[in-house]
């Protein structure tokens, strides 16, 4: 199996529009399934910068003097552009969410599938755990982290269950979690599950702040008609990126001046937003939840 499918490869790669001798940006460098098809659309003066704070995706680093790999966190873009001496960029893509490799390592802990750790860390050189997480939230703040990030409808009473049943034995491995969440699942047990690690791990990685922090950084950096791409998996997400394409952040609050012009960052390239072919999912079906969005910057 291959480290990640790159999801709407075609697609994507068509609304970046990639200018031969531009200064382009994988986000989210991964497998390089996307960084590959970005090289292959660049002259030789081209150049990409491949982003990713997952010390595995290191394995996969491309030989091309175009490429520049960059071990750190999205959030920081502008900071490590201007480490490689780039003040502008002609295009980003980013393909959000957890890549197949990284659900497929056990250890990790991403997946209800295997019995580990709770980690759930994309980038284990620091930071909070899922079991950091589980064991010292109150109820209130768990019960909103359940209720926002995963669209749990039972969030107040798995919270409730979590601050009970840790004080008698904190939350460690996996199993101890699918213990409590299994019991309190009703229907559609696999969805359950997969809201319940889906908040959790978003809690952990701080995925909307993080989100918020490249849309804005992409904006600085994109050169007039420079093009923005991004893959979403949930609706959270989604619907970030929908707003801030529209007005410029992410809560969809339409901005204007004194004059009454309403202020329009992008010039919106996916009225809806785009998803896979029945081909491609066919093909991968861990694409299903892919949405897409592009836009240009405006001047």
């Known amino acids: 199996m291959s480290y990640h499918d790159p999801v709407l490869l075609k697609e994507s790669i068509e609304y970046l529009a990639v200018k031969r001798d531009g200064i382009y940006v994988d986000a989210t460098f991964g497998g390089g399934g996307h960084s590959k098809a970005i090289l292959a659309q660049l002259g030789p003066k081209g150049r990409l910068l491949g982003f990713d704070q997952d010390e595995d995706a290191s394995a996969n680093l491309l030989d091309d003097p ?16 201007r480490l490689h001496g780039v003040e502008k960029i002609d295009g980003l893509l980013a ?13 990790r802990g991403f997946s209800y599938r295997f019995e580990s750790e709770l980690d ?5 050189g620091g930071g909070k755990t899922a079991a950091d997480i ?5 109820a209130n703040s768990l019960q ?11 969030a107040r009473t798995l919270a409730q269950r979590i601050a009970e049943v840790r004080g008698k034995k ?41 989100l918020e922090a490249l849309l804005q950084g992409a904006q600085e950096a994109l050169n007039p008609e420079g093009r923005l791409v991004v893959i979403s998996y949930h609706s959270i997400e989604d619907r970030m990126v929908k707003n801030f394409l529209k007005t410029g952040n ?50």
């Not at 890549?99 to 390592?105: A, K, L």
């Open 120 to 124: 759930m860390r994309m980038d284990r």
């Open 95 to 107: 393909d959000l969410g957890v890549s197949s490799h990284q659900f497929d390592t056990a250890e």
């Open 66 to 81: 175009r490429f520049t790999f960059v071990a750190g966190n999205f959030r920081h873009l502008q900071r490590y552009l």
């Open 170 to 210: 904190p939350f460690k491995t996996v199993g101890d979690l699918l213990a409590l969440a299994e019991a309190l699942a009703k229907g559609q047990k696999m969805r359950y599950l997969s809201q319940v690690f889906q908040a959790l791990r978003m809690e952990v990685n701080e995925e909307a702040e993080v």
């Open 134 to 138: 589980l064991n010292t939230y109150d």
């Open 250 to 299: 992410i809560q969809g609050e339409v901005q204007s001046d004194f004059y009454g012009n309403i202020y329009r960052p992008f010039e919106i390239l996916t009225k809806k937003a785009e998803a896979p072919s029945q081909e491609e999912l066919n093909r991968n079906p861990r694409a299903r939840s892919a949405k897409m969005r592009a836009g240009i910057r405006l001047k």
């Open 144 to 154: 909103q982290i359940f209720s926002e990030y995963g669209e749990v409808r039972n």
